[in-house]
């Protein structure tokens, strides 16, 4: 498991770079993002939230979903159509807030084999995809919250929003 980069570390506001070819040692990288995410009980995480600047993300609502990892991501294509939903971030332990996202994006990536795919994304996967492509780009989910919620209303929120 590695480390979490937390806010206001520099190398999460800097553009990571784009991997130019697939090596052992990106391999090890996915499956240590893979080990962290999982500890952490996080859906998501981009490279640099552990200090490789590496446009690299991984996201994992659940089982049904399954694992995307993704290898220069690119959002394709968005809807219109926005919503507005609950974030958080392992960079910004205990901030939650509500953030407007597109409803559903695509997203081409590399994938850990070297394919070049293709997802179309909606709802949750849609808001997850959008915040760890956006860690790359240097991009912080705390400029876009829209109302912040402390950690001990979390719960009371979600319930009064009508989560599981």
């Known amino acids: 498991m590695k480390k979490i980069v937390t806010y206001p570390n520099k190398g999460l506001i800097t553009p990571c770079q784009p991997v130019k070819r697939l090596t052992p ?7 240590e993002m893979y080990d962290t995410m999982v500890a952490r009980d996080a ?6 939230q ?19 990892e993704m ?6 294509a968005k809807s219109s159509a926005t919503s507005i939903d609950v974030e958080g971030c392992l960079s910004f332990p205990n901030v939650f807030g509500t953030v407007e ?8 990536y590399i994938d850990r ?3 070049e795919m293709e997802v179309d994304a909606s709802g949750y996967l849609a808001r ?13 989910f705390t400029d876009k919250i829209i109302e912040k919620i ?9 319930e009064e929003h009508g989560y599981d």
Request: glycine share 8%; net charge negative.
């Open 50 to 68: 552990i200090g490789v600047s590496q446009q690299v993300v991984l996201v994992e609502l659940d089982e049904d979903t399954g694992l995307f």
């Open 128 to 140: 997850a995809f959008q915040h760890e492509v956006e860690h790359l780009e240097g991009k912080l």
């Open 43 to 48: 859906i998501g995480l981009a490279a640099n």
């Open 113 to 115: 084999e070297g394919y």
């Open 101 to 108: 996202r597109h409803k559903e994006v695509t997203v081409r």
């Open 150 to 158: 402390a950690p001990e209303d979390l719960e009371k929120y979600m």
């Open 71 to 76: 290898i220069n991501p690119e959002i394709i």
């Open 25 to 31: 040692r990106l391999l090890k990288l996915l499956d």
